[in-house]
């Protein structure tokens, strides 16, 4: 999935409904491998154990999520075995025991603007995102619904259904929600990897009124959170952020 542009839309959620999805998502399963790797020459690695496709991996992603060269996304062009070559060479070399990889569907270039979402759930790219922007939005009237949530706009990384999913630059921007939940930077780590499945996220230019405000939770990594307005937070403090979270940034937010 790539290339996505959902703008200027109108959504409103049937509270009385007795099922209530996302309002929006980018969720999908699987994931051919998680580990380390070699570099054979920056554009072909070599994977230290077998891979597990489920189905095509041409023009996948492979994304170094920790250690040297974390931060880099390249497609695949090709693949046989435990060789897979890429679209493009990397930047900055992988180390063959302290870099991790994950091989996944590819979910980028995603545009989330100018839409009035009303009584729904979740707005939120869960699991592999890369290059997405949430900007210009309201919310008004966000609610939890069982297991869907929270409610407001997510970035949620998280091992999913046989892959490790990071979500790395993503800016969220110039929303304002109204008793909307929260702007959450989410990652969840798990038995196969406790690094940050988040990576690189900018939450700017925010308004949010009647208890919302933002999270920083898990390991999310090199996050920004500036120039934001809060109003009426209640007790909520304006922005949250773990103790597990890495490189947060704060500048320039406001409470009234």
């Known amino acids: 999935m790539e290339k996505i542009s959902f703008i200027r839309n109108y959504e409103k959620g049937n509270q009385k409904s007795l099922k209530r999805w996302e309002a929006w998502t980018s969720d999908g399963p699987n994931g051919a491998y998680f580990g380390t790797a070699s570099s054979r020459d920056l554009q072909t690695i070599e994977l230290s154990s077998n891979p597990s496709p489920n189905g095509d991996y041409i023009n ?7 250690g040297p ?10 693949y046989q075995n435990r060789i897979w ?14 870099s991790k990889i994950s091989i996944v569907p590819y979910r980028a270039n995603v545009l989330i603007a100018g839409n009035d979402f009303f ?3 979740v707005v ?10 949430i900007s210009d939005n309201q919310l008004s009237d966000m609610l939890q619904w069982s297991f869907i949530g929270p409610p407001g706009i997510v970035a949620f990384g998280l091992d999913y259904q046989g892959g490790v999913q990071p979500c790395f630059f993503t800016e969220i921007s110039g929303n304002e929600l109204v008793s909307g939940g929260a702007i959450q930077s ?9 690094g940050p499945h988040i990576r690189a996220i900018v939450i700017k230019n925010n308004l949010l009124s009647e208890s919302s405000n933002v999270e920083v939770l898990g390991e999310s990594s090199d996050v920004i959170v500036e120039s934001n307005t809060f109003r009426t937070l209640g007790r909520k403090s304006a922005v949250v952020v773990d103790s597990s979270a890495d490189h947060v940034y704060q500048a320039g937010n406001v409470i009234q």
């Open 119 to 121: 009584n729904g759930t």
């Open 124 to 133: 939120q790219t869960f699991g592999s995102s890369y290059y997405t922007i």
């Open 186 to 194: 989410r990652s969840v780590s798990s038995a196969m990897f406790s």
């Open 85 to 98: 070559n890429l679209d493009a060479p990397l930047a900055v070399n992988i180390d063959p025991t302290e």
């Open 60 to 66: 996948a992603s492979l994304i170094v999520v920790s």
């Open 69 to 78: 060269g974390a931060g880099q996304i390249r497609r695949i062009k090709s």
